[in-house]
């Protein structure tokens, strides 16, 4: 089978939907499989509309033979891979990596809306985010839509009206356990881009409100290499990720396999299954996020939520993810 994997990033660049393409391919070819990878690299300086069409064309060599094309967002790389699927009769799968959208009127307007609440409750889009609206509406009814946890596709299924069965479950990768290390301070890490959804205004509002009361604590913040950041994570004391809404962050997968607490914002995919791990916070609270803080610093409270990671060691190979899509590309035509 020859894939096409269709995707905005890929290492060096540093993100999440880069190292999920560059592994994913890997499993793919390790399987047997014959495999793509098309980036847009220098592509993201052009202007929106313009980059699109660039991409197509990009993609066009690719797509000859090609038996699926896997696109690894649901905007940049999904609309050139959809426009050009439908042409040349090839089945498309969209994996959801995040909702644009959202993310998009977050960034422009700092209205912190929730993700559950954000399709009922938005300020009127520009005409942009109206574009944006209508063309992903239109694009997922040409291809089958893959989730990462039931929380996004549930608030999809209404606002973009896709079919359930059109739109499966495929969990992300979760590494493999890596070997705690003590902490030498009370260092809570928020390594993640800088951006506003993030939440980084109000987390560091309720740090400041924690270290009255913890004067020990520290904020580490920044971006690393996916090498360094687990390295990091396996000698900190805890990862913090008080996000307005969080769909799948694989930012707390990997506190998870290093055996780190955590507090995650209770407006998550992984809040669910792997709340349990950590402490879950209201993300529109400073009060509470410091108190979670605060909690997590009990010596009880940490030492009990330790074991709990120890106790349930969690693994999800980047084969068992390539075997999900294998089956769903040989179902789903």
Known sequence: MKIVI??????????????????????????????????????????????????????????????????????????????????????????????????????????????????????????????????????????????????QRDIWLRAYCIAPERAPIIENAIAGSCAPLPPEKKNFLWYVRGIRFKNEALLREAFARAKRRVPEIVLETGTLPQEELIEKIRRAYAVILPSISDISPNYILDAIRCGKPFIMTKFSGLADRYGKFGLLCDPRSADDIAEKIIQLCDPDTYEKLSRRIAAEPIERTYAQVADDFLTLFRTHK
């Open 6 to 151: 269709a995707t905005g990033i890929y290492p060096p660049e540093i993100g999440g939907p880069a190292y999920y393409a560059k592994n994913l391919a890997e499993a793919f070819v390790a399987k047997g499989e014959r495999v793509d990878v098309v980036t847009f690299g220098a592509l993201k300086k052009l202007p929106t509309g313009v980059r699109h069409l660039a991409y197509l064309f990009r993609l066009v060599p690719h797509m000859f033979g090609a038996d699926v094309i896997l696109a690894l967002d649901t905007f940049s790389a999904a609309i050139p891979a959809v426009l050009l699927a439908r042409i040349m009769r090839i089945p498309v799968v969209i994996r959801t990596g995040g909702d644009f959208l959202w993310e998009q009127y977050i960034e422009r307007t700092g209205d912190m809306v929730i993700l559950p609440e954000f399709y009922a409750n938005h300020q009127p889009f520009t005409c942009y985010e109206r574009t944006v609206f209508v063309l992903t509406r239109w694009i997922v009814r040409y291809a089958t839509v893959v989730f990462s946890t039931a929380f």
